[in-house]
């Protein structure tokens, strides 16, 4: 059973780079057929789909972040990324990694000075 937890700083300033990690349990990040997906939620907001990772290590991103966002892994820990440059008020939200439908529990990012 895939597991996965994110984790990261809870406060970013502006202009500096948001990074998370997904830790996975249970399944390999290079072995399972599907994406790895991040996927956030701002307040009062519907969840925005932010970018993917394949088991080969290919990247999809949303057309509106591509520019910021960079999504990529580190397999010896069995771990996936992501990386918003730039952040903005706007970004604050829970953000949560996704696979084939199992979520993480969700890590709340606030962007403020």
């Known amino acids: 059973q895939v597991q996965l937890q994110e984790s990261g700083p809870g406060l970013v300033n502006p202009s500096q780079t948001l990074s998370l990690t997904c830790t996975v349990s249970?399944?390999?990040?290079?072995?399972?057929?599907?994406?790895w997906a991040w996927i956030r939620q701002p307040p009062g907001k519907e969840m925005e789909w932010m970018g993917v990772i394949t088991r080969a290590g290919g990247t999809y991103y949303a057309p509106s972040l591509k520019s910021r966002t960079a999504v990529s892994r580190d397999t010896s820990k069995n771990q996936f990324t992501l990386q918003l440059s730039f952040a903005i008020a706007e970004d604050t939200a829970v953000y949560y990694c996704?696979?084939?439908?199992?979520w993480g529990q969700g890590t709340q990012v606030t962007v403020s000075s």
């Open positions: 996704e696979h084939r439908g199992a």
């Open positions: 249970g399944v390999s990040i290079t072995t399972n057929y599907y994406s």
